[in-house]
């Protein structure tokens, strides 16, 4: 099958070479008439094929599938749907060990950039980050369908805030089940259909809500930073800043927190948060949630906490917007330090893939040098590894964060 060419401008192939996965618009010297979507393949200036991935215009024009000439086709995604599927059965997930809250795909890390695939009981939620992935929805879902047979019921899919908008179609599968294609501004199920989610986590319950919440309806990439806050909870008081649906209150609580409070902005999130705790403590717990901003609480509070956990929204989603980044985080950081009691913890975090682990560990000396306390970091955090780094694509390892001691 031949795809549309691209072009690249000379010496633009030295990062294709070292097998990264991106290709920026300033990189291509000509192309043939491109549609956003389009397989394409790409070419040096000396005409030598060296890959080929989903076109799109932007700033990252083409995200690589393949590094040699292969069709994008039903077999393709076999392939790398499986080889996904081997990565989680080696983790333990698909047997269930650690729960059934787990990411099936992680973008670049499963050699899929641009898809999103998160799996919670016998739903998953499939979410496209580039025109190329949201066309391909159909056929994913219906392999994603067989590899996992009777474990998965529901397919969903979600992209209405990753993607702009676009015309759809329905389609049938092979085997006679209609998946609903969508347009981009749409969700929907593709297959089944589930509107009240109960999953788990490290024998937790936890309410989903993949409907209507933020990213897939869950922070799956915590579920390691949320176990290790058991170990520093014990009869300590914990303030939970930007706390979403309450994972880490709820593990808090089983560490042995004197007392929880929670705090959000957004009011469904504070609903939420009080629904998974009474799901998980239904005789009552020392918990109590606030709707109102972190900034203005920590301003605001009298008593000091013994632990507070940072997990804001990223700050930065363009480089562009990098400089005010650092800002935020280094004044949340600072109110928290100068807030937090003597010999307090301090889970600082930060999911802004342009705000580097060295930079991350720069702003968070700044705030503590600005408050004039002395942090010790007892340690460090990362993404889980179901959400792997492709070694070949550095800035897959987007969550950083930091366990601090301060006296």
């Known amino acids: ?83 996904a599927f081997d990565v989680r059965d080696t983790l333990g997930m698909i047997a269930g060990i650690k729960g059934d809250i787990y990411r099936f795909v992680h973008g670049e890390g499963d050699n899929l950039p641009g898809l999103i695939i998160d799996i919670y009981g016998k739903t998953a939620v499939i979410q496209a980050h580039s025109v190329g992935m949201h066309l391909c929805r159909m056929e ?67 309410h989903i809500d993949f409907l209507k919440g933020q990213k897939t309806g869950f922070f799956i990439d915590q579920r390691e930073s949320r176990i290790l806050l058991e170990e520093y909870a014990f009869s300590r008081s914990v303030l939970n800043l930007f706390c979403y649906s309450g994972g880490f209150s709820v593990h808090a609580l089983r560490g042995g927190a004197e007392l929880v409070h929670s705090v959000d902005s957004s009011a469904r999130a504070i609903e939420l948060t009080n629904s998974n705790v009474a799901l998980n403590y239904p005789r009552g717990a020392s918990h109590v949630a606030y709707v109102e901003d972190a900034f203005k609480y920590l301003d605001r509070m009298d008593e000091p906490y013994d632990l507070i956990i940072l997990d804001p929204p990223a700050f930065a989603k363009h480089r562009s917007a990098l400089e005010n980044a650092r800002k935020g985080y280094r004044r949340l950081n600072a109110k928290a330090i100068e807030k937090i009691t003597r010999g307090g913890i301090i889970f600082t975090f930060s999911c802004s893939q342009v705000v580097s682990r060295d930079d991350f560990r720069t702003i968070v000396f700044s705030a503590a040098a600005s408050v004039g306390r002395k942090v010790r970091i007892l340690n460090q955090l990362t993404q889980p590894a179901d959400h792997p780094v492709n070694i070949f694509h550095p800035e897959g390892e987007y969550l950083k964060g930091l366990v601090l001691y301060v006296e």
């Open 1 to 83: 099958m031949s795809y549309p060419k691209v072009f690249l401008k000379e010496g633009k192939e030295e990062s294709l070479k070292r097998f990264h996965p991106w290709i920026f618009s300033g990189a291509i010297e000509s192309a043939d008439a491109l549609n956003d979507g389009d397989v394409v393949e790409v070419y040096t200036s000396e005409k030598k094929f060296i890959a080929e991935g989903h076109y799109q215009t932007g700033s990252i024009a083409i995200r690589v599938l393949s590094f040699k000439q292969e069709p994008i086709d039903r077999d393709f995604w076999e392939q790398r749907l499986n080889n």
């Open 140 to 206: 994913i879902a219906e392999v994603l369908a067989e590899i996992m047979e009777e474990d998965i019921e529901n397919i969903y899919y979600k992209s209405v805030n990753t993607l702009a908008d676009s015309e759809g179609t329905q389609v049938e599968s092979e085997d006679d089940v209609v998946l609903s294609s969508l347009p981009l501004s749409e969700s929907g199920f593709l297959k089944g259909k589930a509107t009240k989610l109960i999953a788990n986590e490290d024998n937790f319950k936890f």
